[in-house]
């Protein structure tokens, strides 16, 4: 049987190796089960990857505790419910003290999907979107810093595109009708829905909007829903779920409604943050994957 003092600890031991202070040590990718607290008062259950990390201010220290930075996850973190930026500095703080005079900083990464049960357009179908979610903390000497980031797919829609198919629709009745004095409606309509008709179509591709703000620290929840809704409803076009051919036909028209650049897709989030939002900070960056081209369309702004 083994005994425990006997075993080797290499980390205490005083041979002269090359040291000195250290910016972070630690580790990625621990698993973590979590729960996040919603708008609807209900905890959805995630699996987090958190990465964790001190500084070493010590210089003649070999290394850090590693282990009680993992037994500090599996005990303050794991089942915990993410509620505030408050009750994770708590625990950060409580971490912090396993590494009293070897560290005065810690740093904790959590990334985690999040999955949201989202409503059809028209019928009463729903079904669930994943929400890519990363939460970042840092603090040292009374110093607490929060961000979130959340990535929200949408559709973009070309306005250029638009433009270019509605002339190619406007030459194509020209041809079909010309000579004609009188067009009635039936004819139109009839030739609105005949399939060889169709002219042209504008190009639409998926889209991402990252959005990254800076949490309250004294704020009593975590506003990932409030981040959520709130860049979806600005943009018009979120990806959906369940769909039947009335969801398929309002997301249509709203695609036309909601034509975009991505330009203009950052300058209407940043102006709902502005409005709804006016006390955080933000970094909004949208990309757009674009179908006509190779290569991506992007455009950040700030506050």
């Known amino acids: 049987m083994l005994i425990k003092n006997s075993l080797p ?4 031991e005083t041979r002269k190796v090359n040291r000195s202070a250290l910016d972070w040590v630690g580790m990625e990718g621990v698993a973590l089960p979590l729960k996040v607290k919603l708008a609807s008062g209900e905890e959805q ?12 201010t010590d210089p003649e220290a070999r290394g850090i505790h590693m282990s009680r930075l993992f037994k500090g996850l599996e005990r303050d973190f ?16 409580e971490l912090l003290k396993t590494h009293v005079g070897l560290s005065e900083g810690i740093r904790l ?3 985690f999907d999040l999955p949201l049960r989202r409503k059809a357009l028209i019928t009463e179908n ?18 607490f810093v929060g961000e979130m980031r959340v990535t929200i797919v949408y559709s973009s829609t070309c306005p250029q595109s638009a433009s270019l198919a509605r002339v190619a629709w406007r030459d194509q009745f020209s041809a079909d009708f010309a000579g004609k004095e009188m067009v009635s409606a039936e004819d139109v309509e009839e030739w609105l829905l005949a399939e060889e008709k169709t002219a042209a179509t504008a190009h639409a591709q998926r889209s991402e909007a990252d959005v990254r ?7 009593e929840f975590l506003p990932i829903e409030t981040i959520i809704d709130l860049t979806e409803s600005t943009l018009g076009t979120p990806v959906q779920t369940a769909v039947k051919r009335e969801d398929e036909q309002e997301f249509a028209r709203l695609s036309a409604k909601n034509l975009m650049f991505a330009e203009d897709a950052a300058r209407k989030v940043a102006s709902s943050f502005n409005d709804k939002l006016a006390d955080t900070k933000y ?6 994957l674009e ?8 455009a950040v702004v700030s506050n």
């Open 109 to 111: 990464a959590l990334a």
């Open 78 to 93: 794991s089942k915990q419910t993410l509620k505030s930026a408050r009750n994770l500095k708590t625990s950060l703080v």
């Open 126 to 143: 729903s079904g669930w979107r994943s929400y890519p979610i990363e939460l970042e903390f840092e603090y040292r000497e009374d110093m």
């Open 213 to 219: 703000v800076l949490l309250n620290e004294d704020s």
């Open 9 to 12: 600890d290499v980390q205490s």
């Open 291 to 298: 179908s006509l081209h190779a290569h991506d369309a992007v």
């Open 283 to 288: 970094r909004i960056e949208v990309r757009h």
């Open 45 to 56: 259950e995630v699996l987090a990857r958190a990465d964790i990390f001190v500084d070493l």
